[in-house]
């Protein structure tokens, strides 16, 4: 075992299941699932900070593995997400402008 396995083990040792524990990499967390039959599952947490410290999203993007990483890192590059989040934010925008009227008083 290594020095950052070591690490991983011993902070999670006496962290009950499912709860979310800090790392030094901004919007990184650490999570140990609960036991099944004597194995042990530790995921990773991804969920980005605002400035003022809150969380992004109230549950985050859980990983098991590097496969599972590169998958989201793979679809996450793509060009076409970004184009469909932009028109996304206009849809929603256009909506919310058509839906709030002023009030005639």
């Known amino acids: 075992m290594d020095g950052i396995e070591l690490k991983i083990k011993e902070a999670l040792n006496d962290v009950d299941a499912w709860q979310r524990v800090s790392t030094s990499l901004n919007g990184i967390f650490l999570v140990k699932t609960a036991q099944k039959a004597d194995k042990e ?24 593995n590097t496969s599972e990483l590169q998958k989201f890192i793979n679809a996450m590059n793509n060009e076409k997400l970004y184009n469909i989040l932009l028109a996304l934010e206009n849809i929603s925008c256009e909506k919310e402008e058509e839906k709030i009227e002023p009030i005639d008083l």
């Open 41 to 64: 599952t530790i995921l990773v947490e991804i969920n980005p900070k605002y400035e003022s410290g809150k969380l992004l999203k109230r549950k985050g993007l859980f990983l098991k």
